[in-house]
């Protein structure tokens, strides 16, 4: 399974980004994919979930300007990012959980990241 991060870069506050995140290999079932952040020299942080059912979940830090979306079809997440603030600087994982066959428990896979910076 390989999981293919892009759209990062640098932007200005009060700018927008939009990042995708494709899931490609042996998938039979996808249950989440999300987002996930890490600042520097701070820990990894949840940003945005979306599960298979279309739930969605957010950091407060976030909420109200990013919005997560999925295309079941392509295996693919997306991550708009609206009004964005110097904090959101970091490096943006992807992260999807699924299961490679009907025989297999559902595990997490982590991309690569794709680092966004935000100018004030």
């Known amino acids: 399974v390989q999981l293919q991060a892009s759209g990062g870069g640098l932007a200005q506050a009060g700018g927008s980004l939009r990042l995708s995140c494709a899931a490609s290999?042996?998938?039979?079932?996808?249950?989440?994919m999300g987002w996930y952040r890490q600042a520097p020299g701070k820990q990894r942080e949840l940003v945005a979930t979306r599960t298979s059912d279309g739930g969605t979940n957010y950091a407060d830090s976030v909420e109200g300007r990013f919005t997560i979306s999925r295309d079941n079809a392509k295996n693919t997440v997306y991550l708009q990012i609206h009004n964005l603030k110097p904090e959101d600087t970091g490096v943006y994982y992807c992260?999807?959980?699924?299961?490679?066959?009907?025989?297999?428990?559902?595990?997490?896979?982590w991309g690569q990241g794709t680092l966004v910076t935000v100018s004030s």
């Open positions: 992260t999807v959980s699924m299961q490679k066959t009907y025989r297999d428990t559902s595990i997490r896979y």
């Open positions: 290999g042996s998938i039979f079932s996808i249950n989440s």
